[in-house]
């Protein structure tokens, strides 16, 4: 047989019979294919066992998770704590009622409110006519800050009155809550030394100027001056005051500022004993304290100043 019938045999064979050098049969691909598939279901195995694991608050804090109690077990002990609050509230209502019960219309702490306001206001009054028309620029000052301090007294002591539902004057005798508990009546003369105490309007050189041959009118005037508050100047000395000028001016505002202001530490220190309000108390003490010391400094402008000392 010639190449040429090989030939021709071959194209004449069916189609699926004729094989070439670059043609793979099915067997020879199955396997590849197969390969493959592992191949992937191999990398999602892989992938899920390395994927990182969702973590919670407490795996992230590194704290072990906390084990969560029955509803039951959590739930007991609620109305314990609210019969607990509600009962403290109670107490602590009632105990208010007693601490905010307003203090007697007679009481210590009514009394020195009012009649300190009153004494305050006098102090007040002679400090700004120092400070407006006074001669020595450090005196001006000391009466300054005395005008301040003792306006901000009144304020207080205005709010506590007002608090208290109690009006800021009265009838009563001023200086009655200073009485001596051993005589609530002021038969013996009221507060001890209280009649006689130097720098009360009636012992005043101005408020005795009237003498033994003073009308009846002038006697009752001496009379009621006599229960007026300790330190307090007469009207006398409040216009001899608004008259003075220079260096006279400044050493009667000395004088009777410091009387004044012995007069109101008398009070106060009965007040920071015998006072029931802790703020009254605490006020007063700290009166106290001020006043002593302003009473020193203008002890020492009145040597400043060549005066001889109140």
């Known amino acids: 047989m010639s190449r040429s019938d090989d030939d021709q045999g071959v194209s004449a064979m069916p189609r699926e019979h004729q094989t070439t050098r670059d043609v793979t049969t099915p067997e020879e691909t199955a396997p590849e294919e197969t390969t493959l598939a592992e191949a992937t279901l191999a990398e999602a195995t892989l992938a899920e066992a390395t994927a990182p694991e969702e973590t919670t608050p407490e795996a992230a804090s590194g704290a072990a998770p906390a084990e969560r109690s029955p509803a039951w077990v959590r739930l007991w002990w609620t109305p314990l704590v609210l019969f607990a609050v509600v009962g403290l509230l109670a107490a602590g209502a009632g105990l208010r009622g007693l601490l905010d019960r307003p203090p007697a219309d007679s009481s210590v702490d009514v009394g020195f409110a009012r009649d300190m306001s009153e004494h305050h206001s006098q102090a007040v009054q002679m ?34 009155l007002a608090g208290w539902g109690r009006p800021p004057t009265s009838a009563r005798t001023p200086m009655a809550w200073m009485t001596d508990p051993n005589d609530p009546a002021g038969q013996g003369g009221g507060h001890p030394g209280h009649g006689e105490m130097p720098g009360m309007e009636g012992n005043s050189p101005a408020g005795s100027a009237s003498g033994g041959g003073a009308a009846a009118g002038g006697a009752a005037a001496e009379e009621t001056a006599a229960v007026r508050m300790p330190g307090m100047a007469s009207e006398a000395e409040l216009a001899q005051l608004a008259a003075a000028s220079g260096r006279d001016l400044d050493v009667l505002f000395l004088t009777l500022m410091i009387r004044h202001h012995r007069g109101g530490v008398e009070m106060a220190q009965h007040a920071s004993l015998h006072a029931a309000d802790d703020r009254v108390r605490a006020l007063a003490r700290a009166m106290v304290v001020n006043q002593a010391k302003e009473i020193t400094t203008m002890q020492a402008d009145l040597e400043r100043l060549g005066a001889p000392r109140a």
Do not use: N
């Open 127 to 160: 400090a700004m006519v120092e400070f407006s028309r006074g001669d020595d620029a450090v005196i001006r000052s000391v009466a300054q800050d005395i005008a301040l301090g003792q306006q901000q007294e009144i304020g207080v002591m205005y709010t506590w």
